[in-house]
């Protein structure tokens, strides 16, 4: 593990570009597009500009060709911005929504859908997610019945981020039987006859996110529009969930890392029976614990992007221990930085209070810690790799 984490100039330039956005573009507004659930399209239009939407992509579609240490540094520097809402649309349309065109999607496909989300100038959303369906993918029933050259699509997706912004929904639909083998992904026009937009949701950790329930009532995409091979979706999807995983393990650091930063401030400064809260060995202590498993978890994620950077086979299951610990930590963390601030951290005024009352979603969203940690559990018993070595 020499020269790790491996950052340097390139890296650093590049935190910077990303921290002076978000000191500009984000953190400013933080408090107002929580308060008003939005925030605006244009946030979408200036990352692409700067590039953030491509970061791992091509550079004939417009990307930059680099790895996931650049989405990770891009994700740490846009959480100090303490907006999750936005941190999390802009991941879909960098990541969770996109990375499946770039990996199966046709030329064409690519050209119309992930060349302008690359710029910024389409939104995009992911659905899979189904109001019987979360956890197990493989028992979606939205279907799409081939008609012609055309798919006929019907039924519903619930919790879908960016959905009322999207122009496109890459999305997940039953083309075949039950289970694995029967799904299909494919690219969904926002603005065709048939497409929905449900009850707008709030997810309490995103305020200001854009996320709602999804109808489809025959609807009708192009057959083109499929994304790689038909009834291969589900291998698709088990794929593009390890780069998703990895976001929302450096969200949870991120969010971890700005309600430690403001609860030491507190305490350095707050005084109880004559002494500041942080000269008191009770919190020294458990502030020192707090410390120790905020850099275990941040050195975990770490070695998560550098296994999956590598395609090592293997990075599925770090991924998931990423991901698991990460967002676990981020609710212990939330707990004890809540209390450092007494009543103060009780009321809404108080960011550390605000961050915490949502901070469940992080163990949800991106496959919920028992399904990590039925990856992890799987993939250690019963074959020869303990992941103890
Ligand atoms: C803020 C937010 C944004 C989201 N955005 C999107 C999006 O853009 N697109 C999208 O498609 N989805 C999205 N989701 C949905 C998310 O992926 C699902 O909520 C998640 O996969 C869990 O599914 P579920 O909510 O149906 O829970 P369920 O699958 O019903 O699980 C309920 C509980 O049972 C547990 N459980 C389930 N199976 C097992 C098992 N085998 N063993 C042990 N325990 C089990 C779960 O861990 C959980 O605790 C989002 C969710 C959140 C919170």
Not at 22 to 38: G, L, Q, V, Y
Not at 81 to 101: D, M, P, S
């Amino acid at each position: 593990m020499s020269n790790f984490p491996p950052f340097g100039e390139q890296h650093e330039l590049f935190r910077q570009s990303v921290r002076s956005f978000t000191e500009r573009e984000i953190r400013p507004h933080a408090e107002k597009w929580d308060e008003e659930r939005f925030f605006p399209n244009e946030l979408f239009r200036q990352a692409g500009e700067l590039g953030y939407f491509g970061l791992r992509y091509d550079p004939r579609y417009g990307g930059s060709g680099l790895d996931y240490w650049y989405v990770g540094i891009l994700i740490e520097e846009l959480m100090k911005g303490r907006n999750v809402g936005a941190v999390v649309g802009l991941l879909i349309q960098c990541e969770l929504a996109t990375n499946v065109i770039h990996e199966y999607g046709s030329e064409e496909l690519k050209q119309e859908w992930l060349v302008p989300a690359i710029k910024g100038e389409k939104i995009a959303a992911l659905g899979v997610t189904e109001p019987g369906a979360g956890s197990d993918v493989a028992a979606i029933v939205t279907a799409a019945r081939r008609d012609g050259d055309e798919y006929v699509i019907n039924g519903s997706k619930t919790f879908i981020t960016n959905s009322v912004r999207a122009d496109f929904v890459t999305l997940a639909v039953r083309t075949g039987g039950l289970g694995t083998k029967g799904i299909s992904l494919v690219i969904a026009p926002t603005k065709l006859k048939g497409f929905n937009v449900g009850r707008r949701l709030e997810p309490i950790m995103a305020l200001s996110s854009d996320t709602a329930e999804l109808f489809f009532d025959d609807y009708r995409v192009p057959a083109a529009n499929l994304v790689g091979e038909e009834k291969r979706g589900f291998h698709y999807i088990m794929d593009l969930f390890q780069g998703e995983r990895l976001v929302l393990a450096y969200i949870s650091n991120g969010y971890a890392k700005e309600i430690l930063d403001e609860a030491m401030a507190y305490a350095e400064q707050r005084e109880a029976f004559g002494m500041k809260i942080a000269g008191m060995q009770v919190w020294r202590h458990r502030f020192a614990d707090l410390l120790t498993e905020f850099q275990a978890s941040r050195l975990l994620t770490y070695y998560a992007t550098e296994r999956l950077t590598a395609r090592d086979p293997e990075s599925q299951v770090y991924v998931s221990m990423a991901k698991l610990y990460a967002s676990e930590f981020a609710k212990r963390a939330a707990i004890e930085c809540v209390q450092v601030f007494g009543g103060y951290g009780c009321m809404r005024e108080s960011y550390v209070g605000r961050a915490a009352s949502g901070v469940a979603g992080f163990s949800v969203g991106a496959g919920t810690s028992e399904i990590m940690r039925e990856i992890i559990a799987k993939q250690a018993f019963f074959t020869t790799t303990k992941f103890t070595g």
